[in-house]
């Protein structure tokens, strides 16, 4: 348990480091810039904000890194799903004495796309 805690600190740590910019340098650089008002006063959440605004323009300029890592890993985890973890399924399907499976098994693995 703590190693696992130790690791989510670790990890936490270093996301929030990377969030942690040097401010007095940011300052300057905001200070040069002339204010640019937002691309909308509608929510991006709002439902006819696509229609008002173009949601791009008001965005975020540097995405998370997270979600890059995200859309990365995206194909291997599709790979392991049908490589790994549905033939996993198939096997018992069809010896269900044998491995204990059940009813509830099979609804799970007919719910899979």
């Known amino acids: 348990m703590r190693t696992t805690a130790l690791a989510?600190?670790?990890?936490?740590?270093?996301?929030?480091?990377?969030?942690?910019?040097?401010?007095?340098?940011?300052?300057?650089?905001?200070a040069d810039r002339a204010y640019t008002?937002?691309?909308s006063i509608y929510s991006v959440m709002d439902s006819t904000s696509?229609?008002?605004t173009d949601v791009a323009a008001g965005s975020a300029a540097h995405d998370n890194p997270w979600r890059w890592a995200g859309f990365i890993l995206h194909p291997v985890g599709v790979a392991l799903d049908y490589g790994v973890n549905r033939?996993?399924?198939?096997?018992?399907s069809k010896m269900q004495y044998l491995f204990?499976?059940?009813a509830e098994d099979s609804m799970l693995d007919s719910q899979r796309r």
Not at 20 to 30: E, F, L, T, W
Not at 87 to 92: E, G, N, S, T
Request: net charge neutral.
């Open 50 to 52: 696509l229609i008002y």
């Open 37 to 39: 008002a937002p691309a």
């Open 8 to 30: 989510l600190g670790i990890l936490f740590l270093a996301t929030a480091v990377g969030c942690a910019g040097d401010r007095p340098q940011q300052a300057s650089v905001d």
């Open 100 to 102: 204990g499976y059940t």
């Open 87 to 92: 033939p996993i399924y198939k096997l018992p």
